[in-house]
Each structure stands twice: as structure tokens, then as C-alpha cells.
């Protein structure tokens, strides 16, 4: 008898919660993503760091366990061994120089979508294929962050050029 009264006071109680309205929703989509914005922006910018510095196990570690890169051209790198071994390529060729702008953030709960802007060079060096020449690049991406344990890391990343493709 206890056990049916609770039930039947739960069902009352979570009748009267009312939904939130669109302006609500907003709202509180607009706060998060003033409170997740800096943490968001300081990740991005860690892999930036991480990956002009050639410290590929960290710009790996930004993403999610299973996490998805899916750069232009090419097959997805599904998870952290196949991220960290798809950003050491341009290392082993030559020089690379990546730089990222994050321009917005939606927040709801524990995900986020940022849109970001890149700019990327390279530089031949000595191991660089016979026909790969220098190169300077930029465009934009959509970046799907989840928050796991308080801290945002990449689930889905990804990016293409505003420049025509190279022949």
C-alpha cells in the first residue's frame, strides 16, 4: 500500500512540473555556454599547442576515448590511436603551423557544438614526397564536444577549406 502511494505521488508531482518554454530553454542554453565558452576555448587551444609542438598523445587526449576526427579528403580517424597517428603525418613531412578561432558555442547539459575558423601552413623538410610543396590553408569546422567527469573533450571533429582544392 506504502509503494503505490509513492508511486502515485511521483506521477502527481512530475505532472505539475511544467516544461521549459523556448524563451526558458534558451536561457539556460545561453548561460551555459557563457559558463563552458572559456573551458571549451582553453581545450581548443591546448590541442592547438599541443599539436605545433608535436606532442600528439595530448592533442589525442583532447578527444573522447572513441572520438571521431574527420578531416577533408580522407577516411575518419575513429578513437585516440588513429587521431594520434593521422595529426603525426604532416611531423614526419615537414612543418606544420596550425591556428584556430573559436566563433561560437551552443551549449545544452553535457554537449556542445562549437564552430570554429583555421588557418594551417606547411613546410616541406627533408622527408617530405618529391612533388608536395608548401602550402597555406583556411577554413572553418564544427567541432561536438561532450563534458566527461567536468571536462570538455572532442566526440566529433570536423574541418574543410574556404580554398578550392589543391589538383
Not at 614526397?129 to 567527469?149: I, R, Y
Amino acid at each position: 500500500m506504502g509503494r503505490i502511494r509513492l508511486i502515485i505521488t511521483a506521477a502527481a508531482l512530475s505532472a505539475c512540473a511544467t516544461a521549459e518554454t523556448p524563451q526558458q530553454t534558451q536561457a539556460r542554453m545561453d548561460a551555459e555556454a557563457a559558463a563552458a565558452r572559456p573551458a571549451i576555448e582553453a581545450r581548443d587551444a591546448a590541442y592547438v599547442a599541443a599539436f605545433n609542438a608535436g606532442k600528439f598523445d595530448q592533442t589525442s587526449a583532447t578527444y573522447t576515448e572513441q572520438g571521431i576526427q574527420m578531416p577533408p579528403n580522407s577516411p575518419a580517424n575513429v578513437g585516440r590511436a588513429a587521431i594520434r597517428k593521422s595529426d603525426s603525418t604532416f611531423f614526419t613531412l615537414g612543418t606544420s603551423i596550425l591556428s584556430v578561432r573559436i566563433v561560437s558555442v551552443v551549449v545544452n547539459g553535457p554537449m556542445a557544438i562549437s564552430q570554429g575558423e583555421w588557418t594551417f601552413e606547411f613546410k616541406p623538410g627533408k622527408n617530405t614526397p618529391k612533388g608536395m610543396k608548401a602550402m597555406k590553408d583556411h577554413g572553418k569546422a564544427l567541432t561536438h564536444w561532450h563534458n566527461v567527469n567536468g571536462e570538455w573533450m572532442m566526440a566529433h571533429d570536423i574541418w574543410n577549406a574556404d580554398t578550392p582544392a589543391q589538383p
